[in-house]
């Protein structure tokens, strides 16, 4: 089972400033690495996917990077709704995996 | 427009059985995979297993295999989840999910409302 570890668990930010967010796997997985925004109650919503490829109605603030086993999630300037919690998830092998998640909390 | 419905939240004992449902509409049901993903109070998302209706292809994570069974209903375009005997353990969200397009590389476009599973003595 691939293991995907996030980096940072917690991030206390400012709005406009720059997050990276990374996903490390255990083994390589090529591009098949997407990300999900979650806010509290409410079910995930599919962010990048392919590791940099983006998503209709998604703010261009958010890009992602990476292939092979490291990837970034980057939120160029932060808005105060970017307030979630951030999942990496890789589709390249069964078991599919999530990452722990990284909560961004806007200060 | 792709919708997955999911069915009320459920409150068990333990040793009952459940069987929770996700219907799918606006989409042919037996071209994707559909996932569920367990959220546990305050805690990350897991993936259990993935069905492809088409065929009945299922494919289970080793953490969930023999604790739940996923399976679907073509005639209904729905999808299920069920235990035969919960745990208190089992205490979680659940959530449907369908893949974007036809491949199981695909990311999870579409996700249910989730149903909340409460097992308590």
């Known amino acids: 089972e691939i293991v995907l570890t996030q980096s940072p668990d917690f991030q206390s930010v400012t709005p406009k400033e720059k997050v990276i967010i990374t996903c490390r796997a255990s083994q390589s997985i090529g591009s098949s690495l997407h990300w999900y925004q979650q806010k509290p109650d409410q079910s995930p919503k599919l962010l990048i996917k392919y590791g940099s490829q983006s998503i209709s109605g998604v703010p261009s603030r958010f890009s992602g990077s990476g292939s092979g086993t490291d990837f970034t999630l980057t939120i160029k300037s932060l808005e105060a709704e970017d307030a979630a919690t951030y999942y990496c998830?890789?589709?390249?092998?069964?078991?599919?995996?999530f990452g722990q998640g990284t909560k961004l909390e806007i200060k | 427009e792709v919708q997955l419905v999911q069915s009320g939240a459920e409150v068990k004992k333990p040793g009952e059985s459940l069987k929770i449902s996700c219907k799918a509409f606006g989409y042919s049901f037996t071209s994707y995979w559909i996932g569920w993903v367990r959220q546990m109070p305050g805690k990350g998302l897991e993936w259990m297993g993935i069905?492809?209706?088409?065929?009945?292809?299922?494919r289970y994570s080793p953490s969930f295999q023999g604790q739940v069974t996923i399976s679907a209903d073509k005639s209904i375009s729905t999808a299920y989840l069920q235990w035969s005997s919960l745990k208190a353990s089992d205490t979680a969200m659940y959530y449907c999910?369908?893949?974007?397009?036809?491949?199981?590389?695909?990311?999870?476009?579409?996700w249910g409302q989730g149903t909340l599973v409460t097992v308590s003595s």
């Open positions: 999910v369908r893949h974007a397009i036809s491949s199981l590389t695909s990311p999870a476009g579409y």
């Open positions: 998830h890789q589709s390249g092998s069964l078991p599919h995996t």
């Open positions: 069905i492809y209706p088409g065929d009945s292809d299922t």
